[in-house]
């Protein structure tokens, strides 16, 4: 099936959610065709690409979505990319082509407890993944922001507990968030494991998940959406070279 062809969307407008979460909330005509209820999902922004003929993407999570808006977060960088740059000096009324929605990815609710892992840049998804359980759900989030302003009041079932972690420095320390989710207690049953950070964060939890927790992949989404000192471009490769080792050991 070919892919869609991008839809132009326009910036309706623009708040700082913490210190270092900005929220763009776009509408404009290419609400007419986006398909409903993608909240979770991930699109990919253009961005003009000098010199090169393709234009330079960026993958995100839409946060949430009404009937003609929905609203993207943007963790601020001070070395941001050319989305973080766009969205701090974006205004309403400018105009940004977006690719997808590609598929979302959720926690089973039908397990018998849910561990949700992530840091900022994986908080949008790890935010909808709360919101939809239902609410006899249980288990825990465990989740790394930048300071401890940028913790935010999310919506949850009274027995998932959250687990907040301050790192200034992500990517650099990537022990802070994998330290915390080995200490947790581990709850009887059968889990539903979702994670998503920085590279080599998201190594470590794959190898405590896999080899001591015994965690089946068919119980996990495991994904790192980023990786410390190199652009989208060259983490796909990463990523790519990863699972390939990753399927042969």
Known sequence: MPKPAPRQFEVIRKANVTPNMLRITLGGDGMNTFPKDQASAYVKLMFDNPDQEKP?????????????EIDIDFVLHE????????????KPGDKIAIGGPGPKKLVDNTADWVLIV?????????SVNLE??????????????????????????EHVTIHWVVNPHPGTNSAALPN?????????????????CEFTAMQKLRHHFRNERAIDKREMYISSYWKLGINE????SVKREDAETDQAA
Do not use: F, N
Not at 58 to 63: G, I, K, L, S
Not at 118 to 126: F, R, S, V, Y
Not at 136 to 157: F, M, N, T, W
């Open 118 to 126: 992530g840091d900022m840049t994986a908080l949008p998804a790890i």
């Open 180 to 196: 915390v989710v080995t200490a947790l207690d581990w709850p009887d049953g059968k889990p539903s494991v979702w994670a998503a």
């Open 79 to 90: 070395d941001g990319g050319p989305a973080s740059r766009w969205a701090t000096e974006c």
């Open 56 to 68: 330079m993407l960026r993958t995100y999570t839409v946060r949430a979505q009404r009937e003609d």
């Open 132 to 157: 939809q359980l239902p609410a006899d759900a249980r288990g825990y989030a465990v989740i790394e922001v930048l300071s401890e302003a940028d913790i935010q009041h999310l919506a949850k079932p």
């Open 233 to 236: 471009e060259t983490h796909k």
